[in-house]
């Protein structure tokens, strides 16, 4: 169970989030109520409002901080949670109280514009080209034809997959951001992945690219991820997330520009290299663009558009549908031995269908054995829970006693020499068409006595190995 400790800090820096977010703690247990209550108030000042701004909600759903302002923001605060008496918390109340901390915005029930729920919204191409100016990012974003019939697949044609997409979008968009952010490339990147999937964890193309990045195999396994029978990373959103921007950053480096490389990502580089060639050596996509393969064409201008929709989702009546689902944040726990999704979701309550969804690298819903842990995705409500029922669902592990379990052990044999003086060492040199049985024979010993002399585990010799063999004195070596 999660100590008060953590439990006290936790929930005293959800506080500082609900307070710049102006949602009080009406909605949140008495108890913990109280316990806000308890800390001395942050004074109001440009400040202490600008160190708020920069709190910002990481995918595991706990708030991260830059260290300093952390530190400088919490003082007046950690010095006084020493004083505080902290009530007893069971890890139901502590699960229901991050529950309600991380909701889904409710689904807009009017447009700011007085759109009806069903109109399709479309724009003249003036409106579109200062749209795009608008639109900061180290991405050259271009309005053509191209990019304007994506927008119209988008924003009319497929108008209630893109609302699905864009609900689907507060899964898996924190951390793509956090990934993004820490290898210092452009936000807007994370729209690839609805182009790519559809934000679908278990997409799956003819050719056998899966998972929210659209991954291969082979480009899988050269980035590092593991694919096997029991475990695909591929279909792991945070895994693959890495390896994916790894990637897209090489690209970037290889080809001088993101509209290059964001298409080397679909095609590969070898079909990229090709169409350089064929365009005299440009690295403009758009000069480019007709020497790639079809689909890759249009990788570029649909990703654009996409880019352009996200900026632009009210103004086209795009109206996000969140997921339904009992969970609002997600984290993670180690996991030291093998054990099915079925035994976790029996022991701690937590749905099955809910742990497939969150962990649908795990192909045959079995946690495997590895070294250093692995990381079981959970919904945050549940993490108390189930860190409380762990004693039940393991005995104490650790990669050492795991292997020590797991080991096929053979007894090494030590070569015996046998006592007296009436025995003469011989070093035979093995032949072809020998065996151990006609070597006994030969020299007038067992076949165990050859075995034990050379601490050998069974009968298998080989052409050229040298047999150390003590044959009696009294017998006339041949």
Not at 35 to 45: C, D, S, V
Request: net charge positive; with cysteine.
């Amino acid at each position: 169970m999660i100590s008060k400790k953590y439990s006290l800090i936790f929930l005293t820096t959800a506080l500082f989030f609900l307070t710049s977010c102006h949602r009080g703690i009406s909605f949140l247990p008495t108890k913990v109520q109280r316990l806000f209550i308890a800390l001395p108030p942050i004074e109001e000042t440009k400040v202490n409002r600008q160190k708020l701004k920069l709190m910002k909600r990481d995918w595991n759903g706990q708030l991260a901080f830059q260290t300093d302002q952390f530190n400088t923001l919490l003082d007046p605060t950690t010095a006084a949670i020493s004083n505080i008496v902290v009530p007893d918390f069971t890890a139901e109340e502590l699960d229901s109280a991050v529950n309600r901390l991380f909701m889904f915005p409710s689904l807009a029930s009017s447009s700011p514009y007085g759109f009806a729920k069903n109109d399709l919204v479309d724009y003249p191409d003036s409106v579109y080209r200062k749209r795009f100016r608008q639109i900061s990012t180290d991405i050259p974003l271009v309005f053509n034809n191209q990019v304007r019939t994506f927008i119209e697949v988008y924003a009319i044609r497929k108008h209630d997959l893109t609302q699905r997409m864009l609900g689907k979008s507060v899964l898996y968009y924190p951390y793509i951001e956090q990934i993004l952010t820490e290898h210092d490339i452009p936000d807007e990147l994370k729209h690839l992945v609805m182009v790519e999937s559809a934000l679908e964890t278990g997409a799956a193309s003819s050719k056998a690219a899966v998972g929210l990045w659209q991954i291969r195999p082979a480009t899988g396994r050269s980035l590092g991820l593991t694919i096997n029978r029991t475990v695909d990373q591929r279909l792991d959103p945070y895994a693959s997330t890495r390896a994916a921007i790894r990637y897209l950053k090489k690209l970037r480096g290889m080809y001088g520009n993101w509209p290059m490389a964001i298409a080397a990502y679909n095609c590969g580089p070898g079909n990229m290299h090709k169409a350089i060639v064929r365009a005299g050596g440009s690295k403009n996509f758009w000069r480019v663009q007709r020497f790639l393969p079809r689909e890759t064409r249009s990788y570029v201008p649909a990703f654009m558009a996409l880019v352009y929709l996200n900026e632009f989702q009210p103004e086209h009546n795009l109206r996000p549908e969140y997921p339904e689902l009992s969970f609002r944040a997600v984290d993670t726990v180690q996991i030291y031995q093998e054990i099915s999704l079925e035994e976790i979701a029996e022991y701690t309550a937590v749905n099955l269908e809910e742990l497939q969804f969150l962990n649908p690298a795990l192909v045959r819903n079995k946690v495997p054995f590895w070294k250093g842990g692995y990381s079981l995705a959970l919904p945050l409500n549940k993490i108390a829970q189930f860190e409380r029922e762990r004693s039940y669902l393991f005995a104490p592990h650790n990669y050492a006693n795991q292997i020590a379990k797991t080991a096929r052990i053979t007894k090494q044999r030590r070569a015996v020499v046998p006592q007296g003086s009436n025995y003469t060492k011989l070093i035979y040199r093995v032949r072809r068409g020998n065996t151990m049985v006609n070597i006994a024979r030969r020299y007038g010993c067992s076949v165990n006595d050859i075995r034990d002399w050379n601490a050998k585990s069974d009968h298998i010799i080989r052409v050229g190995e040298e047999l150390t063999l003590y044959i009696a004195k009294s017998r006339t070596s041949p």
